[in-house]
Nanobody, 118 residues
Framework: EVQLVESGGGLVQAGGSLRLSCAAS????????IGWFRQAPGKEREGVSC????????YYADSVKGRFTISSDNAKNTVYLQMNSLKPEDTAVYYC???????????WGQGTQVTVSS
């Protein structure tokens, strides 16, 4: 059974940093694509970043380019999202998902809340 568990969310002041983790299990962690998404209250879900293990490609939404970095540790079956220079508009529930970058995602985690205060 595929499971994705996010952690690392919390409350931070604007300009601060957080590192989210997505711990994965139930599939072979050597051929995957995992994306990070976020959803703020009253807004649609937004794709934030994605990493593809096949060629190491990474993708970022324009709103987070230069501030967020996605990475993976295959030994730990974990994908990270390092978030720097956080802004109040980054406040949302952040989800990781297994699928294909820019395409469909079949499995989702339960989400972790990120709140950035001004």
């Amino acid at each position: 059974e595929v499971q994705l568990v996010e952690s690392g969310g919390g409350l931070v002041q604007a300009g601060g940093s957080l590192r989210l983790s997505c711990a994965a299990s139930g599939f072979t962690f050597d051929d995957y694509a995992i994306g990070w998404f976020r959803q703020a209250p009253g807004k649609e879900r937004e794709g934030v970043s994605c990493i593809s293990s096949s060629d190491g490609s990474t993708y970022y939404a324009d709103s987070v380019k230069g501030r967020f970095t996605i990475s993976s540790d295959n030994a730990k079956n974990t994908v990270y999202l390092q978030m720097n220079s956080l802004k109040p508009e980054d406040t949302a529930v952040y989800y990781c998902a297994l699928g294909a970058c820019g395409d469909e995602y079949d499995y989702w985690g339960q989400g972790t809340q990120v709140t950035v205060s001004s």
